[in-house]
């Protein structure tokens, strides 16, 4: 508390005699037009805060900032705040690099951490610790196009709730368009498949996703993981369905935007493109929650997208500016500004409390889907989501076993087998070294 009021009293004292700012280093990893919008916040921030200046840096994909972050570590020229994404977390701890925010939350009397959604609080503490504040959250929903759905003679109103409902709808679009359109565009990205393991109440390793201990195997090869496997490739099989490169985001979104397919699988990052995309090429979207086999169990939606660390090694100085920054960034009006500009839903319940209120979800119901989605999962191991620190490496084997599956080399029980064995290797190489 003491060290604390000394740090407020520097930075007081810098701003009153108008000395140097503070100067802190933001790097994120939101493309596209939210660059612009991250550099207005950081103004807005650098407005209203006269003694700090946030420096904000595009610094590529969730995976290239992350890379970026290990080698700027290692060349002591870290930034104080970096955006790094949900399945980053364990190896952001096992690193030791960040300053927990729980920490500095401690003793900061005016922040209140009962204001945040607990789902978004459980997916981000580790061995009951919070090390970095939530921010950008997210989960994965259905995009559907209500036009082609009607013209189709879909019903626009009643988008597939079951896998078998799915392949169903994307067989009826793909034959009403002669192939014109199809009916699913698969974003081939491995998170669709974790959220609809999640969704179907299934684990992705031991040690209850890893949240009662460090975890030593994969452990996906099973009925859910199998039903997905098929499920995707039964549509690449009847020609319902057309995949994009590995983690090719624009390109799925391009996929649903120029109307090539009729349904897709996206972040609900997503919501407020689509809205504007949707209008600009002449149709109607829907929003609704992930499919699942009809026979699965109730699971739930895990919390994607990414959260703000706090990088050490920075005098205190500095890490209390940084501070500062993340708890605007994590503030109200800001998730509020963040949500609304995005589709990525508030991570604090004041803030979905004012939107509900306000009549905003009336108006953008596409933007409450997701929120919907998270408040209705079940509360398990298998809904919160696993940490495993060997993450990135257990995606790229699922992506390149669905790759092989896609192009006829695998089954999916042999592309899935395969999967689950690199994604174990990559667990005991991790614990190898942490
Ligand atoms: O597209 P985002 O930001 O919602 O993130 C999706 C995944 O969680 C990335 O790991």
């Not at 596209?32 to 595009?58: C, M, S």
């Not at 896998?163 to 359109?181: H, L, P, S």
Request: aromatic share 12%.
């Amino acid at each position: 508390m003491k060290k604390l009021f000394v740090v407020f009293l520097l930075l007081a004292l810098v701003a009153t005699l108008g000395l140097a700012k503070v100067q802190i280093q933001f790097w994120h990893a939101m493309g596209g037009w939210r660059i612009d919008f991250l550099a207005q916040q950081a103004e807005k921030f650098n407005a209203t805060h006269p003694d700090i200046e946030v420096q904000v840096q595009y610094t590529g994909s969730y995976r290239d900032t992350l890379n970026k972050l290990i080698a700027a570590v290692q060349a002591g020229t870290a930034p104080h705040v970096v955006q790094v994404f949900d399945v980053g977390t364990q190896i952001m701890v096992d690193g030791g690099i960040a300053v927990p925010v729980g920490d500095l939350m401690a003793k900061d009397p005016t922040f209140d951490l009962g204001n945040f959604l607990p789902q978004v609080l459980s997916y981000y503490r580790v061995n009951g610790k919070l090390y970095s504040m939530p921010f950008n959250s997210s989960n994965a929903i259905l995009y559907y196009n209500k036009t082609l759905f009607k013209e189709a003679g879909l019903d626009p109103n009643n988008p597939p709730r079951t896998f078998e409902e799915f392949k169903d709808a994307a067989r009826k679009i793909t034959k009403y368009y002669q192939g014109n359109v199809v009916g699913f565009g698969f974003n081939l990205h491995s998170w669709f498949f974790e959220q609809l393991m999640a969704a179907q109440s299934a684990p992705m390793c031991d040690n209850n996703n890893g949240r009662t201990g460090r975890p030593t195997k994969a452990l996906f090869n099973n009925e859910a993981g199998l039903k997905i496997f098929e499920w995707l490739n039964d549509m690449k099989r009847e020609g319902t369905m057309i995949e994009t490169k590995v983690e090719d985001w624009t390109g799925a979104r391009n996929l649903f935007i120029s109307q090539k397919a009729a349904m897709l699988l996206s972040s609900t990052s997503d919501v407020a493109l689509m809205m504007s995309a949707s209008k600009e090429n002449g149709f109607e979207f829907g929003t609704a929650f992930l499919p699942t086999p009809a026979d699965a169990p109730a699971g739930g939606a895990v919390i994607g997208g990414g959260s703000l660390w706090i990088i050490g090694g920075h005098p205190d100085i500095e890490t209390q500016a940084a501070w500062e920054f993340v708890k605007f960034m994590a503030d109200t009006e800001q998730q509020i500004e963040w949500h609304q500009a995005t589709g990525y839903f508030p991570v604090r319940k004041d803030a979905v409390e004012q939107l509900l209120f306000s009549g905003y979800y009336a108006q953008y119901p596409d933007h409450l889907t997701a929120l919907m989605q998270l408040l209705l999962s079940e509360q398990n191991y298998n809904a919160r989501g696993a940490i495993i620190g060997a993450y990135p490496e257990i995606r790229t084997a699922i992506e390149q076993n669905l790759e092989k599956m896609f192009g006829g080399e695998l089954t999916p029980a042999e592309a899935l087998k395969k999967a689950e064995e690199a994604a174990t290797r990559a667990i005991k190489e991790y614990n190898e070294v942490y």
